[in-house]
C-alpha cells in the first residue's frame, strides 16, 4: 500500500519562535549597564518587598553569572535596592 506522503519544505526560515520558558517581569533592569559601586533604586510598598525580593535576587544571581559581575540586593526603608558591589 503506497501512501502518497503530503509535506512542505521551507528553508531559511530561522529557529522556531519561543512558546514557554519562564518569562522575567525584571529582564527590563539595566544589570549589564551600572557601574561599580552603582545603584538600582526600586520604590515599592512594604508587603511587595516581602513577594517581590526573592525573584529580584534570583535575577540579579543569574546575570550577575552571565556578565561576569556581581550584585547585592537589599530591603531599603523605600523599597529594594540593587548595588553592583564589583
Known sequence: ?????RFRVYENVGPPPSSG????RWGDLPL???GVNG???????PSEVQ?????IRSYAWRM????DKKFSVRKTDYGIGI???Q
Open 1 to 5: 500500500m503506497d501512501r502518497e506522503k
Open 21 to 24: 520558558g519562564r518569562k522575567t
Open 32 to 34: 549589564d549597564t551600572i
Open 39 to 45: 545603584l538600582i533604586e526600586m520604590p515599592m510598598e
Open 51 to 55: 513577594s517581590q525580593i526573592h525573584a
Open 64 to 67: 550577575a553569572k552571565k556578565l
Open 83 to 85: 548595588w553592583r558591589t
